[in-house]
Structure formats: structure tokens, C-alpha cells
């Protein structure tokens, strides 16, 4: 055990390296990359200076404002993807719009993460519109349809296998990347259906809110949204099934 001193601190060669201020070679990218990544911070915390004082200069009053409360009418539930940002596609400024963002943006009934943002966007901030977005060649679609090892992941696409396996016919003619669009369309009206089956979205209908869900889809090659005009705006779309009031109308019937 004498020599455990050296093994931890790397031995004799590297405490004279130390000593004389030079990188052992097999550390020297390691501490380049760390002292890259932190940089990068760094030039993220600078910028948010900048904006900050800009947005400042622009409009005195905007931070006061923002702080003050939250009352958006918009509801955004999109995929986590960097390249679709939900202000901006909209042109709306902070504040204006209630944002949830996940993996394909999916909807699932069991996901209380995504059903707690819906809850409070719609029973605390009563927004007005609900719009769930997805976005042309969605890395998450493909992946669901190509199969592959992804990791956890793929327990979260398994919907989407599902619902590409139930439309697989009619896709398989068309080329791959004409698949994974078509996909993205169909996922985004299979989650407006979810969503307008809960009972969160459906009391608020029975108790009047003025309330529309929507599907859109964002083009990354052109920036534009494609309205794929499936809106729900209250309980009589529903299928009868999936309503909350089917017992009651079952009790009537008798």
C-alpha cells in the first residue's frame, strides 16, 4: 500500500508536471473541452445580458408587465425539437402563449406532466385555444416507424408505432420521407382526439368556457404553419363514446 498515494494522485511524474505547471497529455483535451463548454455558458449569460437591456431600452415598462401576470389565451403543445420555437413561430412576444413540449408531442392519458399543464392552462389561465403542433420530418416520427434500439424512448413512441401500423397500407407506396409527413399529420389529429377526450378539456365545455383545440403542422423548410383543419370547439364532436356525459344520457334512457 505504499504506492496508493502515487496511484490516486496520478504518481511521482505527474506531482513534478503539477509542480512546474504543465498538462499531463492525456488530460490536456479534457480540460480544453471543460473549459470550452463553460464558455459557452458563459457566452449564453452575456447574451441574455444583452437582450435583457435591449428589451429594456425598447419598451421600460415590459419586464414590470411580464412579471406582473400570467394571462395568455394560447395553449402550445408541440415537440421538444430546437427548431420550433413556439413564440416565434407565432410572432408572439413572451407571456402570450402557455407552452408544453415533449417527444413527438404526444398526448398521453396517462402522462401527468402534460395533463397537469392542460389543467392549469385551461382551469386556472382559461385559455381560449389549445393548439397541438407538430412539425414535418419529425425525427421522432421516423424513429417509430423505422424501428431501431433507441432507448427509453421508444416506451414513449410506442402510440405512434401503433398508430403507423394501423395506417401502414395506405403509406407504404409513397417514399420514406413522404411516410414520415404524412405521420406527422395523422399523429397530430390522433392527439387532438386524445386531448378532446379528457375529462379536463370536455368539463370545460359542459360549463361553457369558449375553448378549441386545434392540429397544426410546422414546415421546417419554409416556416409555415399548415392548419390541418380538425379543430374541436366542443362536447357534440366528440364521439359519443369517449363523453363524459354518456353515462348520464345511458341513465336517461332507461
Same mark, same amino acid.
Given at each position: 500500500?505504499?504506492? %496508493?498515494?502515487?496511484?490516486?494522485?496520478?504518481?511521482?511524474?505527474?506531482?513534478?508536471?503539477?509542480?512546474?505547471?504543465?498538462?499531463?497529455?492525456?488530460? %490536456?483535451?479534457?480540460?480544453?473541452?471543460? %473549459?470550452?463548454?463553460?464558455?459557452?455558458?458563459? =457566452?449564453?449569460?452575456?447574451?441574455?445580458?444583452?437582450?435583457?437591456?435591449?428589451?429594456?431600452?425598447?419598451? &421600460?415598462?415590459?419586464?414590470?408587465?411580464? %412579471?406582473?401576470?400570467?394571462? &395568455?389565451?394560447?395553449?402550445?403543445?408541440?415537440?421538444?425539437?430546437?427548431?420550433?420555437?413556439?413564440?416565434?413561430?407565432?410572432?408572439?412576444?413572451?407571456?402570450?402563449?402557455?407552452?408544453?413540449?415533449?417527444?413527438?408531442?404526444?398526448?398521453?392519458?396517462?402522462?401527468?406532466?402534460?395533463?397537469?399543464?392542460?389543467?392549469?392552462?385551461?382551469?386556472?389561465?382559461?385559455?381560449?385555444? #389549445?393548439?397541438?403542433?407538430?412539425?414535418?420530418?419529425?425525427?421522432?416520427?421516423?424513429?417509430?416507424? =423505422?424501428?431501431?434500439?433507441?432507448?427509453?424512448?421508444?416506451?414513449?413512441?410506442?402510440?405512434?408505432?401503433?398508430?403507423?401500423?394501423?395506417?401502414?397500407?395506405?403509406?407504404?407506396?409513397?417514399?420514406?420521407?413522404?411516410?414520415?409527413?404524412?405521420?406527422?399529420?395523422?399523429?397530430?389529429?390522433?392527439?387532438?382526439?386524445?386531448?378532446?377526450? =379528457?375529462? #379536463? #378539456?370536455?368539463?370545460?365545455?359542459?360549463?361553457?368556457? &369558449?375553448?378549441?383545440?386545434?392540429?397544426?403542422?410546422?414546415?421546417?423548410?419554409?416556416?409555415?404553419?399548415?392548419?390541418?383543419?380538425? =379543430?374541436?370547439?366542443?362536447?357534440?364532436?366528440? &364521439?359519443?363514446?369517449?363523453?363524459?356525459?354518456?353515462?348520464?344520457?345511458?341513465?336517461?334512457?332507461?
Amino acid at each position: 500500500d505504499d504506492n %496508493s498515494d502515487e496511484q490516486v494522485s496520478g504518481g511521482p511524474a505527474l506531482t513534478a508536471m503539477a509542480s512546474e505547471g504543465k498538462r499531463p497529455a492525456q488530460y %490536456s483535451g479534457c480540460i480544453d473541452e471543460g %473549459s470550452r463548454m463553460m464558455n459557452q455558458i458563459k =457566452t449564453l449569460l452575456e447574451r441574455n445580458r444583452g437582450w435583457a437591456e435591449s428589451v429594456q431600452k425598447e419598451d &421600460p415598462g415590459f419586464f414590470a408587465r411580464l %412579471s406582473g401576470q400570467q394571462n &395568455p389565451d394560447y395553449l402550445w403543445i408541440g415537440c421538444s425539437d430546437s427548431r420550433v420555437p413556439a413564440n416565434q413561430i407565432v410572432d408572439l412576444p413572451p407571456g402570450e402563449v402557455f407552452v408544453h413540449r415533449n417527444v413527438a408531442n404526444l398526448l398521453h392519458h396517462n402522462d401527468m406532466n402534460a395533463l397537469s399543464v392542460v389543467q392549469f392552462a385551461v382551469d386556472v389561465l382559461k385559455v381560449k385555444h #389549445i393548439m397541438i403542433v407538430g412539425h414535418y420530418g419529425c425525427g421522432g416520427i421516423k424513429a417509430a416507424m =423505422t424501428g431501431g434500439e433507441c432507448g427509453i424512448v421508444d416506451y414513449w413512441l410506442h402510440s405512434v408505432r401503433e398508430l403507423y401500423s394501423r395506417h401502414r397500407k395506405t403509406l407504404e407506396t409513397l417514399p420514406l420521407a413522404e411516410q414520415v409527413d404524412r405521420m406527422c399529420e395523422l399523429n397530430v389529429k390522433a392527439q387532438v382526439d386524445n386531448l378532446c377526450r =379528457t375529462k #379536463i #378539456i370536455q368539463r370545460a365545455w359542459q360549463r361553457g368556457q &369558449p375553448l378549441a383545440v386545434h392540429g397544426w403542422v410546422y414546415g421546417l423548410n419554409d416556416g409555415r404553419v399548415t392548419d390541418l383543419e380538425c =379543430t374541436v370547439e366542443g362536447l357534440d364532436q366528440v &364521439p359519443q363514446l369517449y363523453r363524459v356525459d354518456r353515462l348520464v344520457r345511458a341513465d336517461q334512457a332507461d
